[in-house]
């Protein structure tokens, strides 16, 4: 893979990048209209989804940053996007194409004074994992191996440019009006410069590891505060493969089930007990060890839940207050689902459509144990999505709803459940966390 000397980070070199991955996907519709004449709608539909996802995805991957972060959030919304986005956007977890070795002694002469080599007895000029935000290289100090993680220069810097910019791809893609959407691009614009705060991540990796230890069946890696500052963390190297290519492997049902529990575990844990939670569930964040251990090494993005959503956020997941309308409907004015200044029509359509999009997603948790590999369950998500999708009369309608908070237990959730389906974890006890609570 081809190394780089250089990332765009001027607000018109970064927009550039992006209107060029336009041109092409301009000239890619005109294919697909030639494309309709000689084959069949299907087969042209999904070239022009694998053409315009590689083009968009090269422009990402050359920026980095929060653009290729969307990405990587994008690649999560298996039920959303065309396969083929999903396909491609999911590189940005662990496969894109890393800063040349220069770039990197540079960043280290900025920050250190020094060189690399100056500083560990070995260091790899060659980064082994590269993503949206950084990349990490070994290092090794006496017998012990060491990750090194070096953020990207000016990704932090371009924060709020790049979301400007990825803003209409957000507003068309996930239905959300321009007005009133402040608040929610506010969230996202607060948790990327968190993201980028390595003196941060480095204090919470540190919390996490400790608050969680006791978990069974889990592993954290040991951090390094005198090798690390705001663009550098370096912690223990921890020997594994990557969750994905778990998943992939001609696994036991026991061995499948074991890795759904500890991972179960520990996002319940966090959830309940924490009150903060590990934001960002995807397979680049996980390792596996050949003792199938779990093995967390990324605390970038960390989201607190606040008392006053938790309590009617979990409220509405027990299935005897779905099913009081009273209280349904009170908790969703608490949550700022409905609004006081809705239409009837409004208030009507997005009580059923919470109403069904609950019932669905809440059902693990009303059950002793779930059965992640349960293809059905899956099917109805991706069906409901598609059915309200398709809806004509949500027109005109203010589709934006709900706390600000969603976003990210949202989201926190849409990947849990992806990655339990990943294993095809059948056997989970739901509330196997409260063994381990004091």
């Not at 509405?316 to 309308?325: G, I, M, S, T, V």
């Not at 009303?366 to 009369?393: C, H, M, P, T, V």
Request: hydrophobic fraction near 35%; include cysteine; charge should be negative.
């Amino acid at each position: 893979m081809k190394t780089l000397n250089k990332i765009p980070t001027g607000k018109i070199e970064r927009t550039g990048s992006l209107l060029k991955a336009g041109a092409k996907v301009g000239v890619n519709y005109l294919k697909y209209y030639g494309n309709k004449i000689t084959k069949d709608e299907d087969e042209a539909r999904k070239i022009l989804n694998e053409e315009n996802a590689s083009d968009i995805y090269d422009s990402l991957k050359e920026l980095k940053g929060s653009a290729l972060k969307v990405a990587q959030m994008l690649s999560m919304e298996k039920n959303i996007l065309p396969v083929e986005y999903v396909e491609k956007f999911s590189l940005s977890q662990f496969s894109v194409p890393p800063l040349s070795g220069a770039l990197v002694k540079k960043i280290f002469r900025k920050y250190f004074g020094k060189n690399p080599e100056e500083i560990f007895d070995e260091f790899s000029s060659e980064s082994v994992n590269a993503a949206s935000i950084g990349q990490v290289h070994t290092a090794k100090i006496g017998d012990k191996k060491l990750a090194v993680k070096i953020q990207y220069p000016g990704v932090r810097e371009s924060i709020s440019s790049d979301l400007q910019m990825v803003k209409p791809i957000a507003l068309k893609m996930f239905n959300i009006k321009k007005e009133g959407s402040e608040s929610y691009f506010q969230e996202v614009e607060d948790k990327l410069f968190e993201e980028t705060d390595y003196h941060l991540e480095l204090k919470r990796s540190q919390h996490f590891a400790e608050k969680c230890q006791h978990l069974p069946n889990i592993k954290f890696p040991q951090y390094y505060p005198e090798y690390s500052c705001e663009k550098i963390i370096t912690m223990d190297w921890m020997p594994g493969i990557h969750f994905s290519e778990f998943t992939k492997k001609n696994n036991t049902q026991g061995d499948l089930d074991k890795i759904g529990q500890t991972l179960w575990d520990f996002y319940m844990y966090q959830m309940h007990v924490l009150k903060k939670v590990h934001a960002d569930p995807h397979p680049g964040n996980f390792l596996v060890s050949e003792h199938n251990e779990l093995l967390i090494i990324d605390f970038g993005c960390i989201k607190e839940i606040p008392e006053d959503f938790y309590i009617p956020y979990f409220e509405l997941a027990r299935e005897e207050n779905l099913k009081n309308p009273e209280i349904f409907q009170q908790k969703l004015y608490t949550l700022e689902i409905l609004r006081n200044d809705d239409s009837e029509q409004e208030k009507e359509f997005f009580t059923k459509l919470f109403y069904e999009l609950l019932e669905l997603f809440t059902r693990p948790f009303n059950q002793e144990k779930f059965d992640f590999s349960d293809e059905s369950f899956f099917q109805e998500i991706a069906d409901l999505g598609q059915r309200y999708a398709k809806i004509s009369n949500m027109k005109g309608m203010n589709t934006n709803r709900g706390s600000r908070h969603f976003i990210y237990l949202n989201r926190t959730f849409f990947g849990l459940y992806n990655m339990m389906h990943d294993l095809k974890a059948k056997y989970i006890a739901i509330n196997n966390f409260k063994n381990y609570c004091d």
